[in-house]
């Protein structure tokens, strides 16, 4: 149980396009998402908290309007990266908790994805 | 500042041996503490939770401490095997909070 697939797992994009990338709970509601940029040998980035049905809570330094998050149901998230440049190049990962999850409950990721920007 | 240290960014031992990994933290109160496996190229897998509260967990061969004092936790692999190689995260959880902080990981290799 507690499947979160995550699509692309890898795009390559031109500088300057948009890129989608889709996050979905399986076989639970998720109510709280969360997108995390990981870089080589670094540690999870948290980008950005998404509850369903209402606006994303950007960390800091994290251009809301560079990255666009969508939350529309209690299965589905999207994060679009809007004129992406080769900086934007990177591991996106998204993660979701259970509806009936408290604070403490152990996150379920999605596998990734890849995303770079000739 | 806060920070989330594990011990070392790369760890290599023999097959058979148990693999101790370390997580210090500084200026955090973590109301408990988790661990997490990440393989090459896809997301982190939930292994072990531990609350404050808590001064050990076990799961099979895993073993978790978690001394609030030392602000430290220890993961521990027995008996470990090349199929355990892969970087480990601890992340740490504030009361109340929804996200997690994590740690940059130790990546494990166990040799045949």
């Known amino acids: 149980g507690a499947v979160v697939s995550q699509h692309p797992s890898r795009v390559i994009c031109k500088s300057g396009t948009s890129v989608k990338i889709e996050c979905r709970s399986l076989?639970?509601?998720?109510?709280?998402m969360f997108w995390y940029r990981q870089f080589p040998k670094k540690s999870l980035m948290l980008m950005a908290t998404?509850?369903?049905?209402?606006?994303?809570?950007?960390e800091q330094g994290v251009e809301k309007d560079k990255f666009l998050i969508n939350h529309a149901s209690l299965t589905l998230s999207t994060l679009t990266v809007t004129s992406a440049h080769p900086e934007d190049s990177s591991f996106y990962i998204c993660?979701?908790?259970?509806?009936?999850?408290?604070?403490?409950?152990?996150?379920?990721f999605g596998n990734g994805t890849r995303l770079t920007v000739t | 500042s806060q920070k989330i240290e594990q011990n070392s960014e790369a760890l290599n031992i023999q097959e058979g041996k148990t693999a101790t990994l370390t997580c210090n933290y500084t200026?955090?109160?973590?109301?408990?503490l988790q661990w997490y496996r990440q393989d090459p190229g896809r997301g982190p897998v939930f292994l072990l939770l531990?609350?404050?509260?808590?001064k050990e967990k076990r799961k099979e061969r895993l073993k978790v401490t978690f001394d609030t004092t030392l602000k430290q936790s220890l993961f521990h692999i027995t008996a470990s095997q090349p199929a355990d190689s892969a970087t480990y995260l601890c992340?740490?959880?504030?009361?109340?909070?929804?996200?997690?902080?994590f740690g940059t990981g130790t990546r494990l290799t166990v040799i045949p």
């Open positions: 993660s979701a908790k259970g509806g009936q999850g408290s604070y403490n409950s152990p996150l379920h």
């Open positions: 076989d639970f509601q998720a109510t709280t």
């Open positions: 998404s509850n369903e049905g209402s606006k994303a809570t950007y």
């Open positions: 200026n955090y109160s973590p109301a408990y």
């Open positions: 531990i609350r404050e509260n808590e």
């Open positions: 992340a740490l959880a504030l009361t109340g909070a929804n996200n997690l902080f």
